[in-house]
């Protein structure tokens, strides 16, 4: 008898013990089902203007979203683009530039910015020539405009290129605009002057060797859709017998 009764004690203690476990983990349940939460742009009945959040307080800027310098971030001074860089150009400044544009900007406009990039010769819609009077002429924050919002066909890159890289592009774009339409005008007096061609002598190459290279054209190149015709043809010009060894012997799937 004593040993029943300490067996149905014990029992008693740990089914009190579990529903002491269960009762808690119940009442979790139904607050984690019900979890109250704000959704944005969603009504909440809590704040009285039934808002699910309080607005901003007039002139609250995110941490590191001050963007002081308007004409850093945007290329504008009263709306207008300006022919100047928010920052000293260095040399620093231009072999950065020249990486982010053979990066991001040569498969459309190639690396001597003629607009005729790998892309484009491939049947992407014409991209810009930064040697055409008409873009030569724009204003240097143009261009970091271009790239910060797009024009016509070229997408967006803010989200490839920062706001730093996408100005050292610019002062590259323009550094190749020089190397192009420069004028003795522009050098320093007493520097010493060469023609492309003298340089190219100097080298070992020919005098015409800085002249546009130009690819040839392929000819006679069959498309896909011959080839196929053709390989068609060859089949059904085959004996019979042919065709079936030529099938028997094709390695099979799992064929080792």
Same mark, same amino acid.
């Given at each position: 008898? $004593?040993?029943?009764?300490?067996?149905?004690?014990?029992?008693?203690?740990?089914?009190?013990?579990?529903?002491?476990?269960?009762?808690?983990?119940?009442?979790?349940?139904?607050?984690?089902?019900?979890?109250?939460?704000?959704? $944005?742009?969603?009504?909440?009945?809590?704040?009285?203007?039934?808002?699910?959040?309080?607005?901003?307080?007039?002139?609250?800027?995110?941490?590191?979203?001050?963007?002081?310098?308007?004409?850093?971030?945007?290329?504008?001074?009263?709306?207008?683009?300006?022919?100047?860089?928010?920052?000293?150009?260095?040399?620093?400044?231009?072999?950065?530039?020249?990486?982010?544009?053979?990066?991001?900007?040569?498969?459309?406009?190639?690396?001597?910015?003629?607009?005729?990039?790998?892309?484009?010769?491939?049947?992407?819609?014409?991209?810009?020539?930064?040697?055409?009077?008409?873009?030569?002429?724009?204003?240097?924050?143009?261009?970091?405009?271009?790239?910060?919002?797009?024009?016509?066909?070229?997408?967006?890159?803010?989200?490839?290129?920062?706001?730093?890289?996408?100005?050292?592009? /610019?002062?590259?774009?323009?550094?190749?605009?020089?190397?192009?339409?420069?004028?003795?005008?522009?050098?320093?007096?007493?520097?010493?002057?060469?023609?492309?061609?003298?340089?190219?002598?100097?080298?070992?190459?020919?005098?015409?060797?800085?002249?546009?290279?130009?690819?040839?054209?392929?000819?006679?190149?069959?498309?896909?859709?011959?080839?196929? /015709?053709?390989?068609?043809?060859?089949?059904?010009?085959?004996?019979?017998?042919?065709?079936?060894?030529?099938?028997?012997?094709?390695?099979?799937?799992?064929?080792?």
């Amino acid at each position: 008898m $004593p040993t029943h009764s300490t067996n149905s004690l014990l029992r008693w203690a740990m089914a009190a013990a579990a529903l002491a476990t269960l009762i808690p983990l119940a009442g979790c349940r139904q607050d984690m089902q019900n979890e109250p939460k704000m959704i $944005p742009q969603r009504e909440s009945k809590f704040f009285a203007s039934g808002r699910s959040v309080r607005p901003q307080v007039l002139g609250t800027v995110a941490r590191g979203q001050l963007d002081a310098d308007t004409y850093f971030y945007t290329g504008l001074i009263d709306n207008k683009e300006q022919d100047a860089m928010p920052f000293p150009v260095t040399m620093t400044v231009l072999e950065r530039g020249q990486e982010r544009f053979d990066i991001y900007c040569t498969p459309c406009h190639s690396r001597v910015g003629n607009g005729r990039g790998m892309i484009v010769e491939r049947g992407y819609k014409p991209a810009g020539n930064f040697q055409a009077p008409i873009i030569r002429n724009k204003p240097l924050s143009h261009y970091f405009r271009v790239m910060t919002s797009g024009y016509g066909a070229m997408p967006d890159y803010s989200a490839q290129v920062t706001t730093q890289d996408r100005w050292a592009i /610019a002062a590259y774009i323009r550094a190749l605009q020089l190397s192009q339409n420069a004028t003795l005008s522009d050098v320093p007096p007493g520097t010493n002057i060469q023609t492309m061609a003298e340089v190219s002598q100097q080298m070992g190459y020919s005098p015409n060797f800085p002249d546009e290279w130009t690819l040839p054209e392929l000819t006679n190149v069959p498309s896909a859709a011959d080839m196929k /015709a053709a390989i068609d043809a060859g089949k059904k010009s085959m004996p019979a017998t042919t065709q079936s060894a030529s099938k028997n012997n094709s390695p099979r799937r799992g064929a080792r």
